[in-house]
């Protein structure tokens, strides 16, 4: 065999400052360091790249069968970055390279990986306690959600529809569950049917919602967003694409676990986005079914058998 299948590689940390040197016009040279917290299966890999006294956030992404990704969805989640950067969006956004593209290309040993540089948000991040910065949050959210129904792009993104969020995810988890008729599957599956009827009931009666659908952060999070002050910056949308916006807010629900604090906290956040925008019966019953597909999302998600974490790393039931 003259070369063996790779599924998963690290690019040196030192080779791609070379390339961001070679690529891009900085003034001084670039030092590259990969952040470790991010040596996960599911996730790209994140470098911090220093030039002077500047930090940039260089973003090698996976080989692109992980998540089914092309060209054009990166190429579309860099369009909104800047949409919404020209809308006056505080968000860690792409930066240009020397060729005047921003999207790069490397020859790892699994096959083409995708690369960019990005601004780096300062601050800490974001408090799940702090109702004043829950109120920020959700009255940014509607305000991305609102301003992002004027976007436009060349480049297709893949919808974040029940196709995506449930379909696969579903045909994941049953190709690596070991014992098909464990009642830990049955329930899952159970719970996946109810939602995807529940949704779609939901969104199909008479009260529809018409901007209910359009260009979503994907994975809103208290550790994607840094907070300078009262000012948020928001980054890492790779899971950015067409989608609900309810499930936007039933992901920032889950990933900071909102409903299990004190009600104070969550109706700051809900206050906070319903200044800016108001959501419709629909979308907020739809909430409650999006929180169970997110969760069925997230165990397709883990439920790896060929990368570096092996076959057991499953999101929680």
Partial sequence: MDQIRVTRSFVAADALAEVINDEYNLDKAVTCKLFSKMLRTQDNDHYQVRVGDT?????VYQHGAHLGRKEDDYRYEIDWLNFLREKGISVSYPIQRADGEYLGKLNAPEG?????????????????????????????????????????????????????????????????????????LNILLNSADLAVDDLQEILNNSDETEDGWGPIGGDFHNVNTHFKGDQPTFFNFDLCGPGWR???????????????????????????????RQLSNNEHEAITPLLTIRRVWLTGTFSVVDGIVGHTFIAPL
């Fill in 112 to 184: 083409t990986r995708y690369y960019a540089l990005f601004s780096f948000a300062e601050g800490q991040p974001m408090s799940a306690t702090d109702e004043d910065q829950l109120y920020i949050m959700g009255s940014e959210m509607a305000h991305i959600h609102v301003v992002s129904n004027d976007f436009q792009s060349q480049y297709k993104r893949q919808p974040m529809d029940l196709k995506f969020l449930v379909d696969r995810p579903i045909q994941q988890i049953q190709k690596f569950w070991r014992n098909k008729k464990d009642e830990k």
């Fill in 55 to 59: 930090k940039y956030v260089a973003r």
């Fill in 246 to 276: 309810a499930y936007d807010i039933a992901t920032f629900l889950l990933n900071t676990d909102l409903l299990h604090k004190s009600s104070t906290l969550s109706e700051a956040f809900f206050a906070g986005y319903y200044s800016v």
